[in-house]
């Protein structure tokens, strides 16, 4: 990458749906965290942080839109750790908001770190996270000299953006035709995130081990089929024709050789139709059986196959984001009716033995729309999150039964989230209902003394609209309020529109293309320069809107040609500083105009 460029990189293939499927309720972010011996000494997490982010510069991003495709850009935003007091897995991708995809916060003993899947995936958080710990731990006790982690030397920064879905796909290889059956979906309303139930259990690993070991499976499947099982219970007869599946990711790094600390993950489905055998003997064979079949890697690479070439194919690349931002989210939720739950896995964390004194345990969990299941391994323990979106906790309740059955000892850990007041949220909602109401009481109010005063409604249509288009600009504005640049070049297109539709139906006198138009246009190119000072952006935050505010000052000049200007004099000077503005960029920013649009227009 050049100097003065911003480093950015593509989406990888298993996250190009994330953006667009994300929202406040489901946010696609998942916490991991450490849970330590002693309280969290904030000025040393923070410390410890920017020590890490120097080994990990692949964090320090942003996402961006295209013309075509997400992207992720560098930023130089200082990431701050801060003492938890929002909801767990809350929303760290906002559109239109300039910040991180991640987030460090602490609580009493606890280091959280929360990602936005688009991001990293389990395997990449685990690497940040446990660099983090260690950078905290050796400030926390410099006289212990404690060692550095393996996973310190793994990779460059180079090996850390690698997209290893390009690198691996093969057009020669066939992608994956089988169609999945539809899955029981879990029956019941679903909760706000803020309400999402989260339940911990830690388990010996020595215990769970020997009976796994005991049923001839790993631990994985003893627990993938108790998960199976107890949501079966939840499931009414009416329903249970259909069978029950867990979508479990897997971490393609075990088949594909691959430092990136990018999304490099896929997925199997298994499942069972317990219409044929509830037995639990009889469903941890099926499901072992499931997982050899799914688990090879000629099978795994069809599965990337798959999805790699969808990306890759011509025709999709060169539709818009815009539109095939509905295919996309369309596929997701076709894809989802084969699966009832997530079940993932991350694996074991180590640490040399030196670190064990300090460390009590990990956990992990995510965020959802419906339910899922997390685990990980630290020493002799292996902590389940469960995280559901369910008003009622009943298959966790069956988990923790299956457990009493099979003898196996738990603690089921009690949550200890500080969580937050909502009340700014709520005064924020609430500004815009009472905003809402006062528009349409306008409108009633105007009909009334309409009807009472002239017995008939005639100046009331043009009252009614007046309120319409008024908040109609409002909503707009409110709603890009984060990114200001996109909110006037939207405002421009709109008001304009609006203006040329009240001039049409007031008889067409002109005065929307001989005035709004070009002094709407001329203000959005002088206020751009203003806004850049005071908000301090950077020439990828300004340069592509620049360029269409050039755009729309240019319109006149059409409008001229084709004689709909009467009064041509703003539209002249309009024309003339729009094409002093193109003749700047391109003479005095050329290359970074021009690399900006090669990043937007990426097909």
């Given at each position: 990458?050049?100097?003065g460029y911003?480093?950015w990189r593509?989406?990888d293939n298993a996250?190009l749906?994330f ?7 489901d946010?696609?972010?998942f916490r991991f965290?450490?849970e330590?011996?002693?309280n ?7 410390a410890?942080?920017?020590k890490?982010?120097e ?14 495709w997400?992207?992720?850009?560098h ?5 701050i ?5 929002k ?5 760290l991708y906002?559109p239109?908001?300039?910040?991180l995809l991640f987030q460090v916060s ?13 991001l990293?995936?389990g395997?990449?958080a ?5 660099e983090?710990?260690?950078n905290y731990l050796k400030k926390?006790h ?7 982690l393996?996973?310190t030397d793994m990779s ?5 953006e690698?997209?290893?879905f390009?690198?691996y796909?093969?057009?020669d ?8 059956p539809?899955?029981?979906r879990l029956p019941g ?6 309400d999402?139930?989260i ?11 020997a009976?796994?070991k ?6 994985t499947?003893?627990i993938?089929?108790m998960?199976?099982?107890s ?6 007869k009416?329903?249970q ?5 867990l ?6 790094r075990?088949y594909?050789?691959?430092?990136s600390?990018?999304n490099?993950?896929g ?12 037995d639990?003997?009889?469903?941890l064979?099926?499901v072992?059986e499931?997982f050899?079949?799914e688990l090879?890697?000629e099978?795994i690479?069809?599965?990337m196959?798959?999805y790699?070439r969808l ?5 999709i ?7 095939k931002?509905y295919?996309?989210?369309l596929?997701?939720?076709l ?8 079940y993932?896995n991350?694996?074991i964390l180590?640490?040399?033995?030196e670190?064990n004194?300090y ?6 969990f995510?965020?959802t729309n419906?339910?899922?299941?997390c685990?990980c391994s630290?020493e002799?323990e ?8 369910l008003?009622k ?5 069956n988990?923790l039964?299956?457990?009493k059955?099979?003898?196996?000892p738990y ?20 500004i815009?209902?009472?905003f809402n109401?006062?528009c349409?009481?306008?409108?009633i109010?105007?009909?009334m003394?309409?009807?009472?005063t ?12 007046g309120?319409?288009c008024?908040?109609l600009?409002v909503?707009v ?9 996109k909110?006037?070049i939207?405002q421009l297109?709109?008001v ?12 067409w ?14 203000a959005?190119?002088g206020?751009?320069?203003?806004i850049v000072?005071v908000?301090?952006?950077?020439k990828?935050?300004y340069?592509f809107y620049l360029v ?5 000052g240019l319109v ?7 004689h709909?200007?009467?009064?041509p004099y703003?539209?002249v ?13 391109f ?5 970074d105009t021009?690399?900006?649009f090669?990043?937007?227009l990426?097909?």
């Amino acid at each position: 990458m050049k100097e003065g460029y911003s480093n950015w990189r593509k989406l990888d293939n298993a996250a190009l749906a994330f953006p667009l499927v994300t929202g406040k309720n489901d946010t696609r972010v998942f916490r991991f965290y450490c849970e330590l011996k002693e309280n969290v000494k904030p000025e040393l997490l923070q410390a410890a942080l920017e020590k890490t982010m120097e080994k990990y510069p692949l964090f320090q991003m942003v996402l961006r839109k295209g013309l075509f495709w997400f992207y992720l850009e560098h930023r130089d935003i200082r990431p701050i750790v801060k003492e938890e007091k929002k909801p767990p897995c809350s929303r760290l991708y906002i559109p239109d908001k300039k910040n991180l995809l991640f987030q460090v916060s602490y609580y009493e003993k606890r280091i959280n770190f929360e990602v936005f899947h688009a991001l990293t995936d389990g395997t990449g958080a685990m690497h940040f996270l446990q660099e983090l710990v260690s950078n905290y731990l050796k400030k926390a006790h410099p006289k212990q000299d404690l060692p550095s982690l393996p996973v310190t030397d793994m990779s460059t920064p180079g090996d850390q953006e690698e997209d290893s879905f390009s690198q691996y796909y093969s057009s020669d290889i066939p992608g994956n035709s089988e169609k999945k059956p539809r899955a029981v979906r879990l029956p019941g309303e679903r909760l706000l995130h803020e309400d999402m139930h989260i339940t911990e259990i830690v388990l010996p690993v020595k215990e769970l081990h020997a009976k796994a070991k005991e049923y001839g499976v790993s631990i994985t499947i003893l627990i993938t089929a108790m998960f199976l099982c107890s949501i079966h219970e939840e499931i009414p007869k009416s329903r249970q024709n259909r069978p029950i599946a867990l979508m479990v990711p897997v971490n393609l790094r075990n088949y594909f050789p691959s430092q990136s600390m990018a999304n490099f993950f896929g997925w199997i489905e298994v499942g069972h139709d317990f219409s044929q055998t509830s037995d639990f003997t009889e469903i941890l064979a099926h499901v072992k059986e499931q997982f050899a079949a799914e688990l090879v890697e000629e099978k795994i690479a069809r599965h990337m196959n798959s999805y790699v070439r969808l990306e890759k194919n011509p025709v999709i690349r060169a539709v818009p984001l815009e539109i095939k931002k509905y295919f996309l989210m369309l596929g997701a939720n076709l894809s989802s009716r084969s699966i009832t739950a997530v079940y993932s896995n991350i694996g074991i964390l180590r640490f040399p033995k030196e670190y064990n004194q300090y460390i009590d345990r990990f956990g992990i969990f995510a965020s959802t729309n419906s339910m899922q299941l997390c685990s990980c391994s630290y020493e002799n323990e292996m902590v389940l999150g469960f995280t559901s979106k369910l008003p009622k906790d009943n298959i966790q309740r069956n988990f923790l039964n299956m457990l009493k059955k099979e003898e196996i000892p738990y603690t089921e850990k009690t949550n200890n989230f500080p969580g937050c007041s909502l009340k700014e949220k709520k005064e924020e909602q609430r500004i815009v209902q009472v905003f809402n109401f006062v528009c349409i009481a306008a409108a009633i109010l105007c009909g009334m003394i309409n009807y009472l005063t002239r017995e008939k409604l005639d100046w009331f249509w043009f009252a009614a609209a007046g309120c319409l288009c008024g908040w109609l600009i409002v909503a707009v504005a409110y709603a890009k309020r984060r990114n200001i640049l996109k909110n006037e070049i939207i405002q421009l297109i709109l008001v304009t529109v609006i203006a040329v539709l009240w001039d049409k139906y007031t008889g067409w006198h002109g005065w929307s293309l001989d005035f709004v138009l070009p002094f709407g246009a001329l203000a959005v190119l002088g206020s751009i320069p203003v806004i850049v000072k005071v908000q301090k952006l950077e020439k990828e935050e300004y340069l592509f809107y620049l360029v269409q505010a050039a755009f729309a000052g240019l319109v006149p000049l059409i409008l001229m040609f084709l004689h709909l200007i009467r009064f041509p004099y703003p539209s002249v000077v309009c024309t003339g500083i729009s094409l002093l503005v193109f003749a700047g960029m391109f003479i005095f920013n050329s290359n970074d105009t021009i690399w900006e649009f090669h990043k937007k227009l990426r097909m």
